[in-house]
Structure formats: C-alpha cells, structure tokens
C-alpha cells in the first residue's frame, strides 16, 4: 500500500519559514520524481517545486528564491523549505510522486500565512 504522508503545515505569519516533509512508504522512492503542489480556495492545483530522481529541481516561478525542495532517499522522505511566506502562499500543500505511468498523492497539509 502506498502512502505519501505530510506533515509540518500550520499557521505563520507573513516572513516567516515551515517546513513541510513527505514520507512515502510503499514505493522504491529512489526512482520517483517528488513534487509539491498546492491549491488554494476556490483555485486550481499548481505545481509549487519538484524534484527528479536524479536530484534536478524546477521551481514556480512565484517560489523562486523563496522555497528550496529537497529530498533524502535513506529517509524517503522529500522536503519542502519556505521562506519569507506570503499571505498568497496560503493553500493546502500536497505531495505528489509519479515514476512512469505510476502517481500518488498524498493528503494535503494545510498553510496559513496571516497575522
């Protein structure tokens, strides 16, 4: 059973640093590509950052410079570092891992950028 677990969302305010992390489990994560999308009310899904096998990493250009994904196959675990946040960051942020016609989602862990 494959199952893609976030964690690290929450409440910060604006300019401030979370972390997310995605641990996967039934999976070879080694040979996944790793993304984090995430959608906000009433909005569509949009890829935030992803990362290949290989370690290439591509960003949304609204993250760039701000968000650093990463990933530690030992742990299978893909990270999710976010900097100086924005209240337009507020969405629920998900894991996505995909290799060939294989994908996953996790459950999505929620991001409130306010004061």
């Known amino acids: 059973q494959v199952q893609l677990v976030e964690s690290g969302g929450g409440l910060v305010q604006p300019g401030g640093s979370l972390k997310l992390s995605c641990a996967a489990s039934?999976?070879?994560?080694?040979?996944?590509?790793m993304a984090w999308y995430r959608q906000a009310p009433g909005q569509e899904r949009e890829l935030v950052a992803r990362?290949?096998?290989?370690?290439?990493?591509n960003y949304a250009d609204s993250v760039k410079g701000r968000f650093t994904i990463s990933r530690d196959n030992a742990k299978r675990t893909v990270y999710l570092q976010m900097n100086s946040l924005k209240p337009e960051d507020m969405a629920v942020y998900y894991c996505?891992?995909?290799?060939?016609?294989?994908?996953?989602w996790g459950q999505g862990t929620q991001v409130t950028v306010s004061s």
């Open positions: 990362i290949t096998s290989g370690g290439n990493v």
């Open positions: 996505y891992a995909v290799s060939g016609p294989r994908n996953y």
């Open positions: 039934g999976i070879i994560f080694s040979i996944f590509s």
